[in-house]
């Protein structure tokens, strides 16, 4: 079958979006100018959101096991704890992984790449992308593997080939913002003694960030170079670094299977699409990686653009829903990378502000705040992503209690699950919480769209749902119009507003 996409680019970002074509059935290329596999990777946490997806494409579970649950972390500073950070499962009632996992980014791609093998579905490695063309219908891309070039036509292009993105210059698109003059440097080390915690280390020279692997028994680091050491040249292996690290985190290395450095960047694309083309992940925006939020922004990226192109492909919807992708996305990211650049100058910029936040709020302060139930809740919802919502989208419409059109469906336990549950279908679907009306009935068996009913329990109140209230819930997992009254005409007419059909029903 003729590929109707093209993804250029097979990280975290290109993957997931090949998961979310897939399950819709739409035909598609993914293209990676990369021999294979990346074996080092900087990426460490997958949050909530992140899995919650996976929960909806089915895949959840082997990532969670395959990670480690965040529970705690302690904080040291020039080799002496200071504090030890007890997260617990602090998402309890939010979301369905209510903590923050710990898993490194080659092991993430190779289960994301495993899945679609499981599906017939291959990278083809060794291809890059030299240029593209758009016409009226049809972006023509020429690709090369081996020499040997390709011309085809695709109805639409997405670049998620990184912060150096070919296909955001092929589109003529400036990505404005600046380059942090710190050198990171990250490595997958043995240790001489378990290492079972995840440890923030600060000292004079910088931070280093040590993670546990579960499936190899590994430690990752991830710090700063010492200007001491970096001022006689980026160094070529972890040799230099090795006495550095053991005085001031405490792991003694018994070997080093690699390592790499790299330099962080703060910018965001002024466009996430032009015409049939499209960016997301680093291609669209880059950032510093306190709080692990790259990689997981860039899999929220392809999970919104994923099912917003299969509709439009397969006559579900409007081609003028796939406006919503950049005005949806692009304002996260703006948000995200400004907050990062704040906490991450503040953690190594320098004077008395970052002793200030070395010494006293990370290790004293921050865990008495996430004492407190509120604050608590909040951080939880800001960190893993659950917090992000879409109100001043073309797609968001009404609200029902303290739930609006654009929000993330609240998880609310019922009694027989889970609201989550029939989110696994990827598709449009409408929930009652209360009793729903013979008139919805109606309108679910002629749209074709599938009405779940919730029943009422004292913590759908909590999560402020009004009772016998409606919700038109997209393919991911947000809600699209939230309809206190059950009235049929308002949801009819959104449905008509979009040309919104369900992927399992055929149009008539």
Known sequence: MQPQVLIVGAGPTGLVLALALEKQGIPFRIIDQRSGPREASRAM???????????????????????IPMHTGQI????????????????????????VLSLPQDEHEALLIEHLDSKGIHVEWNTGLV???????????????????????????????????????????????????QMFFVADVGSKEPVTNVTMNFFEEGFCLVFPIRTSGQVRLIGLIPPKILNQG??????PLIPYVER????????????STYKSHHRVCEHFRKGRVFIAGDAAHVHSPV?????????????????KLAAVLLDKADAGVLDSYETERIAFARTLVATTDRLFQSLVGGGIMTS???????????????????????????????????????????????????????????AHGDNFEPLQSVDWQLHVYGQASPGLRRLSET?????????????????????????????????????????????????????IAPFTHEKS
């Open 447 to 499: 749209t074709g769209i599938p009405l779940h009913d919730m029943g009422w329990t004292p913590s759908m109140k909590a999560a402020g749902m009004h009772p016998d209230s409606a919700v038109l819930v997209r393919p991911d997992g947000y809600v699209a119009l939230a309809e206190p009254h059950q009235d049929t005409g308002a949801i009819q007419a959104y449905l008509d507003r979009f040309h």
């Open 234 to 239: 980026i160094p070529a292996n972890l040799e």
């Open 356 to 414: 200030l936040v070395q010494d006293m709020v990370i290790p004293h302060i921050v865990p008495l705040l996430l004492d407190v139930p509120p604050i608590r809740k909040m951080a939880f919802e800001r960190l893993s992503q659950t917090q992000i919502r879409y109100r001043d989208s073309m797609l968001s419409s009404g609200a029902s209690g303290s739930v609006h059109g654009g929000d993330r469906l609240p998880w609310i336990q019922t």
């Open 131 to 181: 240029s593209l063309q758009e016409g009226n219908e049809a972006v023509h891309a020429v690709t090369t593997r081996q020499g040997s070039e390709e011309k085809q036509a695709y109805a639409y292009v997405c670049g998620c080939d990184g912060a150096h993105s070919t296909v955001r210059k092929e589109m003529g698109l400036e990505f404005p913002g600046g380059t942090y003059e």
């Open 248 to 259: 001031n985190t405490g792991v003694h290395i018994s070997q080093v299977n690699w390592y």
């Open 76 to 99: 040291m500073k020039n080799g002496k704890l200071k504090g030890t950070i007890n997260f617990g499962d602090f998402g309890e009632e939010i979301s369905p992984f209510p903590y």
């Open 291 to 307: 709080g692990g939020q790259g990689m997981n922004t860039g899999i929220g990226d392809a999970v919104n653009l994923g099912w």
């Open 45 to 67: 946490v997958v949050h909530a959101r992140t899995l919650e997806f996976y929960q909806q494409f089915g895949i959840a579970d082997s990532f969670v096991q395959r990670g």
